[in-house]
Structures are given as structure tokens and as C-alpha cells.
């Protein structure tokens, strides 16, 4: 475990910043950030950004800032204190000011009460048959593809299908819409980079009008024909906690549906891709699993520390604070980068190594009053895959490496995975 001693403070070199952050947008750098996550270390655990704050590198810095109580999200009150609210009056940015990522206390807290634990342990165990079974189904189309082309992208057919099936089952969600709410989901996604530019807002803008009049008429035609699903139950509650205010009710039900919806996608997605990617670009790992499938949650972890799918979260100073050595004035922005965390050697020893067995740690999944609300379903869904894949196609193996959106720096996006068997 790293130790406070250990952490070094900042050292302000824009150059070299500015040349790291261009290289993650590159196809080498989507490819292989590893040698990006080993130059923003190497400037300190806590970095000078360009645009002013701090990217946080170490492991220990980064948890620091996720799970303590003087750290705060951006939220609409931080951004009206900004010298520039302009920036943020953007209608994407807004529409996901609004969800739980973005809520401090005591919004957070009332919103994360009224949803309790969706993926306790009793829940995950009543759903794990249906992902077992929605696994298999796309499983089978991709058995299919193989047999008659030889080839198949595990992308388009597994990885970014399981969790939206899983997601639009357990909302109850019609499958013909599927493809709609993917489409603006990797449109939307845009307005949450660090800098935007305007073409990308606008992309978002657009998306999130399509995002907003598609979760609104679903909660509508939910509200008019009630069922035995999980926003049946959210529209009564929330109903009932403004019983004279149907539009505050309506908001809330809209903000916690659209964003529980999209925010499984594209990360449980990415997820996936990188564990079929990791395990079988090495026939040995691949074989070494089947025959110890007791460690398929260590290959997950590996897997999420190794290549995170949220590069960046970005978190603000309630108070005057001092971070890893480094005077932090309130108000002002970190930007937690996840990847160089997880690679921090002083918390996983040779850090460049996918170790199934290695038992470290990682963040991908943040920490605190915010930690990631889906963390629990993504292992499952990621969990049941590989024990399948693991048992249905023993020559799986890439055709080449994957394919990555080199516009994003915040969510990775993995476009392509061309397999054979």
C-alpha cells in the first residue's frame, strides 16, 4: 500500500502535458496508453493541467480525492461560481449536470436513498440466470457469424448488445428500441470530454434532444400502463414524494432512467471487449482460465485495471486543501485519471503485466458517496460472458487489435474486435 511519504507533489510542465494529452488522442495512444500513464507520473502524483486545476496520477492521491468528504463534484452551483458560465450552459452538459455523478449532497444523498442497493446480492442472484441466458443468445449469433463468414466483430455482436439487453430487460425497455438508445448514447456522450469543441457540443445537443424525447415517452406510456418492473416501481415512489408536483416528479424519474440506461452501455461494453481481448491475443492465458475457472473474477479485475474505460473524472475542493504536497485552492478542478492510477507501481508492482493472479487494486469503479452504481452488474454481466466464452469457443483469438474512437480522451470506445475461431 502506498503511503503518504511516498506521494510527490506537482512539477509544472505544460509542454510536456499538452504533448501527453495529444498522444492519448492518437490511434498508438488509444492503443497503448501505458507509456501516457508512465509520462504523467513521472511529472508527480499531482500535475499542472493546461487549462488550469490538476490531472491527480498516483494511486494513493487519486483515492484520496474519490472517497473524501472535502471533494465535491462540478455540480450547477460550482459552475455558476466559474468565470466563464457560458461554458457550461451547453444542453448536453446540463442534461448530465442533473444525474447522480453530478449531484452533491443532500440531493445526492435523497436520490441514492430512494434507489438503495439496485444490484444488492439477492438482486444479482435473481437476475444472473436471464444474463446467463441473454449471453448465450448472442453467443449464438456469434457461433452463427464464425460458421459463415469465418470471422465476426465481437463488438457489434457481444460486448455493446449484453448490456444493453440486460438493461433493457430489467427496465423493461422494447428491444426494437435498442439500437435507437445506442446510437444517441455514443452521440450524447461527447458533451462530457474536458474541452468540447463546438462541432462535439453540437453532435451532443442533438443527441440529447433524441435522448430526452425517447425517456420521456417511455415514463408516459409507463405511467399509463404500469408494470412489474423496476421504473414502475421509481414512478411510484417518486410520485408519492411529490404527490401536488407531477413535472419535479417527472424530472427525477427522467434523470435516474436516462442515465442508469446509458451509463451501463458504453464502460460494461468496453469492459467486455477487453477481457475477450486480454485473455485470447494469448491462447495460453485463455487455456490456463479454462482450466482455473475459480479465477474469472481475477481476470475481470485484471481487466478493469488494466485498462479502465473511464479515462478521466474530474472532482472540485470544497476548501482550501493541500493535496500529495501541493496547495489546492477551493473551487478549483482535479481531473483523476484512473489509468495512471491502477499503473502506479507502487500500488501494483510491475504494473505493465496482465496478472490474473496479481490480487491488486484499482479505481475503476471510483469510490466514496459516488461510487459507481453499476459496478455490481458489470461483474456479473462480465462474469457469465467469459465463463462462456471460456466453455464454447476454446480457439477464440483476435484477427487483429481492437479498434478504438480516437476523438474521446474521457470514456474509452471500442469500435471493433474482429475475431475468428
Same mark, same amino acid.
Given at each position: 500500500?502506498?503511503?503518504?511519504?511516498?506521494?510527490?507533489?506537482?512539477?509544472?510542465?505544460?509542454?510536456?502535458? &499538452?504533448?501527453?494529452?495529444?498522444?492519448?488522442?492518437?490511434?498508438?495512444?488509444?492503443?497503448?496508453?501505458?507509456?501516457?500513464?508512465?509520462?504523467?507520473?513521472?511529472?508527480?502524483?499531482?500535475?499542472? *493541467?493546461?487549462?488550469?486545476? !490538476?490531472?491527480?496520477?498516483? @494511486?494513493?492521491?487519486?483515492?484520496?480525492?474519490?472517497?473524501?468528504?472535502?471533494?465535491?463534484?462540478? %455540480?450547477?452551483?460550482?459552475?455558476?461560481?466559474?468565470?466563464?458560465?457560458?461554458?457550461?450552459?451547453? #444542453?448536453?452538459?446540463?442534461?448530465?449536470?442533473?444525474?447522480?455523478?453530478? +449531484?452533491?449532497?443532500?440531493?445526492?444523498?435523497?436520490?441514492?436513498?430512494?434507489?438503495?442497493?439496485?444490484?444488492?446480492?439477492?438482486?444479482?442472484?435473481?437476475? $444472473?440466470?436471464?444474463?446467463?441466458?441473454?449471453?448465450?443468445?448472442?453467443?449464438?449469433?456469434?457461433?452463427?457469424? +464464425?460458421?459463415?463468414?469465418?470471422?465476426?466483430?465481437?463488438?457489434?455482436?457481444?460486448?455493446?448488445?449484453? /448490456?444493453?439487453?440486460?438493461?433493457?430487460?430489467?427496465?423493461?425497455?422494447?428491444?426494437?428500441?435498442?439500437?435507437?438508445?445506442? %446510437?444517441?448514447?455514443?452521440?450524447?456522450?461527447? =458533451?462530457?470530454?474536458?474541452? #468540447?469543441?463546438?462541432?462535439?457540443?453540437?453532435?451532443?445537443?442533438?443527441?440529447?434532444?433524441?435522448?430526452?424525447? !425517447?425517456?420521456?415517452?417511455?415514463?408516459?406510456?409507463? $405511467?399509463?400502463?404500469?408494470?412489474?418492473?423496476?421504473?414502475?416501481?421509481?414512478?411510484?415512489?417518486?410520485?408519492?414524494?411529490?404527490?401536488?408536483? $407531477?413535472?419535479?416528479?417527472?424530472?427525477?424519474?427522467?434523470?435516474?432512467?436516462?442515465? &442508469?440506461?446509458? =451509463?451501463?452501455?458504453?464502460?460494461?461494453?468496453?469492459?467486455?471487449?477487453?477481457?475477450?481481448? @486480454?485473455?485470447?491475443?494469448?491462447?495460453?492465458? *485463455?487455456?490456463?482460465?479454462?482450466?482455473?475457472?475459480?479465477? &474469472?473474477?481475477?481476470?475481470?479485475?485484471?481487466?478493469?485495471?488494466?485498462?479502465?474505460?473511464?479515462?478521466?473524472?474530474?472532482?472540485? =475542493?470544497? %476548501?482550501?486543501?493541500?493535496?500529495?504536497?501541493?496547495?489546492?485552492?477551493?473551487?478549483?478542478?482535479?481531473?483523476?485519471? !484512473?489509468?495512471?492510477?491502477?499503473?502506479?507501481?507502487?500500488?501494483? /508492482?510491475?504494473?505493465?503485466?496482465?496478472? &490474473?493472479? $496479481?490480487?491488486?487494486?484499482?479505481?475503476?469503479?471510483?469510490?466514496? *458517496?459516488?461510487?459507481?452504481?453499476?459496478?455490481?452488474?458489470?461483474?456479473?454481466?462480465?462474469?457469465?460472458? +467469459?465463463?462462456?466464452?471460456?466453455?464454447?469457443?476454446?480457439?477464440?483469438?483476435?484477427?487483429?487489435?481492437?479498434?478504438?474512437?480516437?476523438?474521446?480522451?474521457?470514456?474509452?470506445?471500442?469500435?471493433?474486435?474482429?475475431?475468428?475461431?
Amino acid at each position: 500500500m502506498t503511503t503518504v511519504g511516498d506521494i510527490r507533489g506537482t512539477v509544472q510542465d505544460r509542454r510536456a502535458v &499538452i504533448s501527453l494529452l495529444r498522444r492519448l488522442r492518437s490511434d498508438e495512444g488509444q492503443a497503448d496508453p501505458l507509456p501516457i500513464w508512465e509520462g504523467m507520473r513521472a511529472l508527480g502524483d499531482v500535475v499542472r *493541467a493546461p487549462w488550469g486545476g !490538476y490531472f491527480v496520477t498516483g @494511486f494513493e492521491a487519486c483515492s484520496q480525492v474519490l472517497r473524501g468528504r472535502n471533494w465535491l463534484v462540478p %455540480d450547477f452551483a460550482w459552475q455558476e461560481r466559474q468565470p466563464d458560465p457560458e461554458r457550461w450552459q451547453a #444542453p448536453a452538459t446540463r442534461e448530465m449536470t442533473r444525474t447522480l455523478p453530478r +449531484l452533491n449532497a443532500p440531493t445526492h444523498t435523497c436520490q441514492r436513498r430512494a434507489l438503495g442497493n439496485p444490484f444488492d446480492r439477492t438482486t444479482l442472484e435473481s437476475i $444472473r440466470p436471464r444474463v446467463a441466458t441473454l449471453a448465450a443468445g448472442l453467443l449464438d449469433g456469434l457461433e452463427e457469424r +464464425l460458421r459463415a463468414d469465418g470471422e465476426a466483430d465481437f463488438v457489434t455482436t457481444v460486448a455493446e448488445q449484453l /448490456p444493453l439487453l440486460t438493461v433493457g430487460d430489467w427496465l423493461d425497455i422494447p428491444p426494437e428500441h435498442h439500437a435507437h438508445i445506442l %446510437d444517441f448514447t455514443h452521440r450524447q456522450v461527447y =458533451a462530457q470530454e474536458l474541452l #468540447p469543441t463546438k462541432s462535439e457540443l453540437a453532435v451532443s445537443a442533438r443527441a440529447t434532444l433524441e435522448m430526452r424525447a !425517447y425517456f420521456t415517452e417511455l415514463i408516459r406510456q409507463r $405511467r399509463a400502463r404500469p408494470g412489474n418492473d423496476v421504473l414502475t416501481g421509481w414512478i411510484h415512489h417518486w410520485d408519492a414524494q411529490y404527490p401536488d408536483d $407531477r413535472a419535479a416528479a417527472d424530472q427525477v424519474i427522467y434523470d435516474l432512467t436516462m442515465f &442508469i440506461t446509458i =451509463a451501463s452501455l458504453e464502460t460494461s461494453a468496453v469492459l467486455l471487449a477487453n477481457a475477450v481481448w @486480454f485473455l485470447t491475443q494469448d491462447p495460453s492465458r *485463455a487455456a490456463w482460465l479454462r482450466r482455473h475457472p475459480q479465477h &474469472i473474477d481475477d481476470a475481470v479485475e485484471e481487466t478493469l485495471r488494466y485498462d479502465p474505460p473511464v479515462v478521466v473524472n474530474s472532482r472540485v =475542493a470544497a %476548501d482550501d486543501t493541500v493535496l500529495a504536497g501541493t496547495p489546492i485552492a477551493k473551487d478549483t478542478t482535479v481531473h483523476v485519471l !484512473y489509468g495512471a492510477a491502477a499503473h502506479d507501481p507502487r500500488r501494483n /508492482p510491475a504494473p505493465h503485466l496482465f496478472d &490474473i493472479r $496479481r490480487g491488486g487494486g484499482h479505481l475503476t469503479f471510483g469510490g466514496g *458517496a459516488h461510487y459507481c452504481l453499476g459496478a455490481a452488474l458489470a461483474r456479473l454481466e462480465a462474469r457469465e460472458l +467469459l465463463t462462456q466464452v471460456l466453455e464454447r469457443f476454446p480457439t477464440l483469438r483476435p484477427l487483429e487489435p481492437p479498434a478504438y474512437d480516437t476523438s474521446r480522451v474521457v470514456f474509452r470506445r471500442i469500435t471493433s474486435l474482429r475475431v475468428t475461431a
